[in-house]
């Protein structure tokens, strides 16, 4: 038996939508309404048409506005890191190679000195470029889990900034 005090709390509703013809979809608003049928309680389902609220409007309205927003940083955080890993993270490990390729001629220990310091700024950009290029690209989080990009993170923290995580 239920509780007294349970019967006057009110329930639940919600909007959907059904398809009522072939292609044809109705928008309706959705309730349990409690009855008692001998005794014993039952639930009826209520399907009204919508009731439309300025309010309610604006708030969905909102919702896929900042919904769309998402999608297309989304789209533009893919091109960009796309375009940093395909061209100019390419570009730049040519010319890094480049620079490696070019050490064993060079014998003048000051050439060789400045080759070693452009060959180590290249080596930078180029793990810069990598780790803009993943910062960009949130899709990790769906491709390993939560778990495992979390775990990545953690690990890339502790490298980069010699933080320990516990």
């Given at each position: 038996m239920m509780k007294k005090g349970a019967l006057n709390d009110s329930l639940p509703y919600f909007y959907s939508q059904m398809p009522v013809y072939a292609g044809v979809v109705k928008d309706f608003?959705?309730?349990?309404?409690?009855?008692f049928i001998?005794?014993?309680?039952?639930?009826q389902l209520i399907l009204r048409p919508p009731v439309r609220n300025?309010?309610?409007?604006?708030?969905?309205?909102?919702?896929?506005?900042?919904?769309?927003?998402m999608l297309t940083q989304e789209a533009e955080?893919?091109?960009i890191?796309?375009?940093?890993?395909?061209?100019?993270?390419?570009s730049v490990y040519s010319i890094y190679l480049g620079l490696e390729g070019?050490?064993?001629?060079?014998?003048?220990?000051?050439?060789?000195?400045?080759?070693?310091?452009?060959?180590?700024?290249?080596e930078k950009t180029l793990n810069e470029i990598k780790d803009l290029?993943?910062?960009?690209?949130?899709?990790?989080?769906?491709?390993?889990?939560?778990?495992?990009?979390?775990?990545e993170a953690v690990r890339?923290?502790?490298?980069?900034y010699n933080i320990e995580f516990y």
């Open positions: 608003s959705m309730s349990l309404k409690r009855i001998r005794g014993e309680l039952n639930f300025e309010h309610i409007e604006m708030a969905k309205f909102h919702e896929l506005l900042v919904q769309e927003t955080r893919k091109r890191a796309r375009e940093l890993h395909d061209h100019i993270g390419q070019i050490k064993a001629f060079v014998e003048n220990e000051k050439y060789e000195k400045h080759l070693a310091r452009m060959t180590n700024v290249m290029s993943k910062s960009l690209r949130p899709e990790i989080v769906s491709r390993l889990g939560i778990r495992d990009t979390l775990t890339e923290w502790r490298t980069l």
